[in-house]
């Protein structure tokens, strides 16, 4: 907590009026509202003053005056700068990744959502401009580049000149339900849940439960809008090879994104959302040379324009498809035309399903459930994310933030209490073991080089072999080196050092060192033995 005082210096004053509480210890109190879920501050300023332990934590005696909890919400709303969540929350994610807790080699994204402190029956409509998409650009300028290929005239966007990045503008305006309590928040409908205001959390985390990147938005935004912000903020961190996610994120832009950076995606089976009834879209095949789709029957689909979403438009000839027994059955229109529509971003969302089929992929893809839905359970259930008393998306992210720095530090803490036992008996003691064998073959070398009097003087009776394979054998049955071995089994070298993540790896050195020394001492104990006989 150190750094801490020197982070906040600047907000205090030190020459003049009452000296302020002491900023570590409001930071704390946070801390212990988002380690043991406490609802609000105020229950937490009540359950500080009663419980020793949160007063020792804080560096308070039993008869000390606990800060207001009014004095905590203030320095957090209105003194410490709104960086300061986002810089505890890297701090904990760093001291994790200093002591070789991360494997980011997969990361897994999802997004969950948050009941806001609004009244769902008081709200307002609203006509809103469409935003952008972040992709526009790009995508207008491959669909130009198409278009005039074919010989049609290119896409112009009315707002360039407000979007020098070729980002581009809309003029479209869409209806939106806000909020007259909170108007950050969004209207969140999605299957048989009632309608409720909402935020959603989209989030990043590896595969041990780490979350390493989050970003907070409006309950009603898709989470495929807020991907990319997650997605760059991680990847720019950590040395990510797997990116695993829902069906929610299976569209063209992430598929090509992730595919153009190097990334393998992970996404699961969409199901076919067409007519039953009919031809599917898989029944016509493609010819990548002549750049056209062939129907059952044989008929050509031609290549005729691309659209500004990026949709490539085929159409069968008329006059071929007019009289076809199979026009009813392929939904061609009343002068016999099939209009045909694909991506122009289809060939990545056809290597992402090519991944899926994959053995690696669909084992990756599983352990979502044991990493970021599991992330959700436990912000939920045990530490009070289900809704926030907060109103505003700048103070929700603040909540959200420090919420997760909590569960990573109570991950860090719980595995690095068990992290000093596992070094100390396999890094430590199989030096000894391994001395201990070394010794053995010594005197047996010993022996046979004639020399009776300094064999009789160390043999001992095998006291040296046979303490040292007893000390194995009890390392080698401790739980903590059981779970050592089991992740270096898990884990191969080179995902490890791919990865960046070396904490199996630093057992293994003592695991092997372990092994040849228990060896060494069983073969010396044996030779004694026979030795004696």
């Known amino acids: 907590y150190e ?19 002491d900023p570590v210890v409001l930071i704390k109190m946070v801390l212990i509202q988002h380690l043991f879920g406490i609802p609000s501050l105020r229950q937490t300023y009540r359950e500080i003053q009663v419980n020793v332990a949160y007063r020792w934590f804080l560096g ?42 991360l494997d980011p080699s997969a990361i897994f994204i999802d997004g969950t959502h ?35 290929k074919l010989g049609k005239k290119p896409i112009e966007d009315d707002d360039d000149e407000n979007h020098p990045q070729g980002g581009g503008g809309s003029r479209e305006t869409v209806e939106k339900t806000v909020s007259t309590t909170d108007p950050d928040c969004g209207m969140f409908v999605k299957g048989e849940h009632e309608r409720q ?46 990116v695993a996610m829902d069906a929610g994120y299976k569209t063209p832009w992430i598929a090509k994104k992730t595919l153009d950076d190097g990334k393998i995606p992970v996404l699961p089976y969409t199901r076919y959302k067409g007519s039953k009834e009919g031809y599917r879209p898989w029944d016509y095949k493609y010819d990548p040379v002549k750049d056209v789709f062939t129907c059952p029957h044989g008929q050509e689909l031609r290549h005729t324009t691309t659209d500004r979403d990026g949709k490539r438009i085929y159409r069968s000839t008329p006059k071929y498809c007019v009289n076809c027994l199979s026009k009813s059955y392929c939904k061609a229109n009343e002068k016999g035309q099939k209009v045909f529509t694909t991506h ?88 000894f073991i391994l ?74 050195a003592g695991f092997y060192l372990l092994a040849a020394g228990v060896m060494i001492s069983l073969v010396s104990a044996v030779c004694f033995f026979a030795l004696d006989k």
């Open 3 to 21: 750094w801490l005082y020197e982070r906040l210096d600047p907000y205090y004053c030190h020459d003049n009026g009452r000296p302020g509480t």
């Open 60 to 101: 308070y005696g039993l008869l000390d005056n606990i800060p207001h909890f009014a004095t905590v919400s203030y320095a957090f709303c209105k003194r410490f700068p709104d960086e300061l969540t986002s810089e505890i929350f890297e701090h904990i994610l760093n001291k994790a990744l200093n002591n070789r807790m």
């Open 114 to 148: 948050i009941k806001a402190s609004a009244n769902k029956k008081k709200f307002q409509k609203e006509q809103v401009a469409k935003a952008a998409k972040v992709y526009s650009g790009q995508l207008r300028r491959e669909v130009n580049t198409e278009r005039e």
């Open 197 to 242: 205001f909402a935020y959603e959390a989209h989030t990043a985390c590896d595969k041990r439960g780490f979350i390493l990147g989050v970003e907070v938005t409006a309950g009603n935004i898709h989470d495929s809008v807020a991907w990319d912000k997650v997605y760059d903020d991680v990847t720019s961190k950590f040395d990510v090879q797997f």
């Open 344 to 431: 122009i971003w289809q060939e990545y969302l056809d290597i992402v399903e090519s991944i899926r089929k994959t053995d690696l992929g669909k084992q990756i893809y599983a352990q979502r459930k044991e990493t970021i839905e599991r992330v959700f359970a436990d912000a939920k259930e045990k530490h009070a994310m289900r809704y926030t008393h907060h109103r505003g998306l700048a103070a929700v992210t603040r909540w959200v933030r420090l919420k997760f720095a909590a569960m990573n530090l109570k991950k860090l803490a719980t595995q690095y209490s068990g992290m000093g036992e596992i070094n100390f008996f396999t890094r430590v003691v199989p030096y």
């Open 435 to 508: 001395l201990a064998g070394i010794a053995g073959i010594v005197l047996i070398l010993i022996y046979f080089a004639g020399d009776h009097d300094t064999w009789n003087i160390f043999n001992l009776n095998m006291f040296i072999p046979v303490v040292a394979s007893g000390v194995g054998l009890f390392i080698i049955r401790h739980h903590q080196t059981i779970r050592a071995i089991r992740e270096i089994l898990n884990d191969t070298t080179e995902s490890m050092h791919e990865s960046g993540y070396t904490g199996s790896a630093g057992y293994g």
